[in-house]
């Protein structure tokens, strides 16, 4: 059974910076690319960040220079380090994973951006 848990949300000014785990269980985890989502309150949940099975990552613009992926195939974990945070990055983070054809998603980090 696929188990996904994201940790590492608060709050924090603009400017500042925060760094987001996932834990991903029920997987062969190194063979599998993660994402990170965004869904900001009365909006539809928007892709992020994703890091490939090989390494390499790709970013939604709103983010690209600011926020980096990375992974740990020992520890089964997946990050999002933020940086630079703006109050339009408010939202809540979700980790996704799709395994045979199947959206795995855990249950979301809130992370405010305010002064």
């Known amino acids: 059974q696929v188990h996904i848990v994201e940790s590492g949300g608060g709050l924090v000014q603009p400017g500042g910076s925060l760094r987001l785990s996932c834990t991903v269980s029920g997987i062969n985890f190194r063979i599998h690319d993660l994402d990170w989502y965004r869904q900001a309150p009365e909006n539809q949940r928007v892709w992020v960040a994703s890091?490939?099975?090989?390494?390499?990552?790709d970013y939604a613009d709103s983010v690209k220079g600011r926020f980096t992926i990375s992974r740990n195939n020992v520890w089964n974990k997946v990050f999002l380090q933020m940086s630079n945070l703006k109050p339009e990055d408010t939202a809540v983070y979700f980790c996704?994973?799709?395994?045979?054809?199947?959206?795995?998603w855990g249950r979301g980090t809130q992370v405010t951006v305010s002064s």
């Open positions: 996704h994973v799709k395994r045979q054809g199947i959206d795995y």
């Open positions: 890091i490939f099975a090989g390494g390499s990552d």
